[in-house]
């Protein structure tokens, strides 16, 4: 049974962007739904790495992917934002100058704008070929994502990548295992250089060891238990590496799942959309963050809470078409409640 909603703007993903478009929505007098397909706030951050620090926050020197998700729907909280979790939008139609968004769980909600915060879409992890690493990931020895850093406490750990995911966890995790090794074709990484500055002095210190250049060959074990990983450099010599897990940080595969239907200009699966507004082919929806693409564009958190405050002062015409807009800063208008 359906039950109907109506709002100002419904966003569709509950990450960090997402939060923060809820913010800075409701600084305007704007209120917000929020659809996501997980069972929980926070987007990847939450279900894939929640305890990643996170070094280009501004005002955050570090802060944990988790916190700074925690942190961010305390932000939100006093405009009471509405959340539809669990479930994903399966219909988006025009509804006379509203938008109509329907849920996989049956909720109808009525809408002025549609925020696209969606992130990556439906993600999932590049894999490695390699023969028989099914048996591995369902023991864990095999593992695609960080969730509890103590897991791999005492334990000799391969990281395999060359991004900022790779050399994230190097960073974290060498401060817990027993045994760190980094694998990688070349010796160019692709992350922050200050992150492979610090990689790379940990390896002069002795407490990584650089396995370059080498790619993944193959794993070694028995009913779900690693022994070693082999990797072999470009002329095909193997080196075998003891270790108890195997982390591979090959990116994601990302898939738009609905969105891909919903007749907005795509680039190579990602929205295009206008700098200025962060609005998209469509009048009246937007999109921002990971999801978008425009020329200079930054896959940066801190990119994607601009993109969320360009979006939200292009909508509120939209919601208050004969009211003008005197805007202030937060520091002069304060919060909802605030005495």
């Known amino acids: 049974m359906s039950e109907a909603f109506k709002t100002d703007i419904v966003v569709v993903g509950a990450g ?7 913010f800075e929505a409701g600084m305007l007098d704007m209120r917000c739904h929020v659809v996501d397909t997980l069972e929980a706030v926070g987007g990847q951050c939450t279900a894939l790495y929640p305890e990643k620090p996170i070094y280009d926050i501004p005002g955050y020197p570090e802060i944990m992917a988790q916190d700074l998700v925690d942190k961010l729907a305390e932000q939100a909280a006093p405009f009471d934002p509405v959340y539809h979790l669990d479930q994903q939008v399966v219909s988006l139609a025009r509804d006379g100058d509203d938008w109509r968004v329907e849920t996989s769980k049956g909720a109808v909600i009525t809408c002025r704008a549609v925020v696209i915060a969606a992130g990556c879409g439906s993600f999932g992890p590049n894999r490695p070929p390699m023969e028989g690493i099914e048996a591995y990931e369902d023991s864990g020895a095999v593992a695609y994502y960080v969730t ?17 995911s790779a050399v994230d966890w190097v960073l974290s995790l060498a401060e817990v295992a027993d045994k760190l090794m980094v694998v990688h074709r070349r010796a160019k990484f692709r992350a922050a250089p200050e992150s492979v500055n610090r990689m790379n002095k940990l390896a002069e210190d002795g407490a990584i060891e650089m396995v370059v250049p080498y790619q993944l060959h193959g794993l070694d074990g028995s009913e779900g238990k ?27 595969r990302m898939e738009l799942g609905p969105i891909a239907g919903w007749g907005l200009n795509l680039d ?17 929806i937007y999109a921002i963050g990971d999801i978008v693409t425009y020329q200079g564009k930054l896959k940066l958190i801190l990119s994607g809470f601009s993109e969320a405050a360009m979006a939200a002062h292009a909508i509120r015409p939209l919601v ?20």
């Open 16 to 22: 960090p962007v997402g939060l923060f478009q809820i």
């Open 148 to 164: 509890r850093r103590e897991t791999y406490r005492g334990k000799k750990v391969v990281i395999a990548g060359g991004g900022d």
């Open 226 to 252: 690693l022994d070693a990983v082999i990797v072999a450099d470009l002329d095909g010599n193997e080196r075998r590496l003891d270790a108890d897990v195997l982390l591979p940080f090959y990116g994601l």
């Open 268 to 284: 190579r699966n990602l929205i295009t959309t206008d700098p200025a507004t962060s609005a998209t082919s469509e009048p009246g």
């Open 320 to 339: 208050y078409p004969d009211e003008e807009l005197h805007f202030e800063y937060s520091t002069t208008k304060g919060l909802p409640g605030a005495g």
